[in-house]
């Protein structure tokens, strides 16, 4: 039996909106602060994994935004971190996932970093159509990816789907550090390499990779 497991930001939302979003408030630092507010988003999450000290996905997201702020030296009112933590919900699909996803014949999931109502928000406005059950939040485990807390949420919910020892997880992300965290967990693994980047020097890596979500159809049908 095969499943399927899905990263949501980056893999099936485009956060790249954000730039434009701050561009509008920020003229000529767009690029700067949200390619900064990326990196301390997840950098953020890792040392709280890695300290023990969780908050909420959605504070992390804030205080990068605002870290990114205070980096650039640009004046900013809480207002301004109101309204851009707002354009960060608003993303979409990326041009290919909802064919992909009408597509699928498996089972399949979200396993996101994201706490539940903040990712919720961004699901239903992408109009990603996953039920709850099928969504698997970091505040469930207070902890952020890569632990294996996380990965173990997705093995779970793929045990309780099949009851059996021989399920399959399929997990899909289009950050390759995310993929590299699950394959060290033991899931099969499908890197969206999106923006052509080079792979990493870590021992393993992804057991597929693909431009695009579309090849992920022909893994599943061991084409």
């Known amino acids: 039996m095969k499943v399927v497991c899905f990263d949501a930001l980056g893999t099936l939302i485009d956060i790249t909106h954000v730039t434009s979003a ?4 920020f003229p000529g630092l767009g690029e700067e602060i949200s390619t900064l507010w990326r990196t301390k988003h997840i950098d953020y999450s890792r040392l ?4 023990g000290e969780y908050v909420p996905f959605d504070q992390i997201t804030r205080d990068a935004l605002e870290a990114s702020l205070m980096h650039c030296h640009v004046p900013y009112t809480e207002s301004d971190l109101t309204e851009l933590m707002t354009d960060y919900q608003h993303g979409v699909t990326f041009p290919e996932v909802d064919s992909v996803l009408a597509a699928l014949d498996v089972p399949w999931s979200i396993l996101t970093n994201g706490n539940r109502p903040f990712i919720r928000v961004i699901l239903d406005h992408a109009k990603v159509n996953c039920p ?10 207070e902890t952020f990816k890569i632990s294996p ?9 793929a045990q309780e789907l099949g009851a ?22 033991g899931f099969t693994t499908f890197w969206v390499n999106r923006n052509g980047h080079s792979p990493e020097v870590l021992g393993v890596r992804p057991d597929y990779e693909s431009e695009t979500l579309e090849h992920l159809l022909s893994v599943i049908r061991g084409l």
Request: net charge negative; charged share 20%.
């Open 22 to 25: 701050v561009e509008k408030r």
């Open 149 to 157: 807390a996380l990965y173990e949420l997705a093995w779970q919910w």
């Open 132 to 141: 709850d059950s099928h969504l698997l939040t970091s505040d469930r485990v």
């Open 48 to 51: 709280r994994a890695m300290s």
């Open 164 to 185: 059996s020892a021989k399920v399959e997880v399929i997990f899909v992300s289009g950050n390759q550090w995310d993929a590299i965290g699950a394959t060290w967990f």
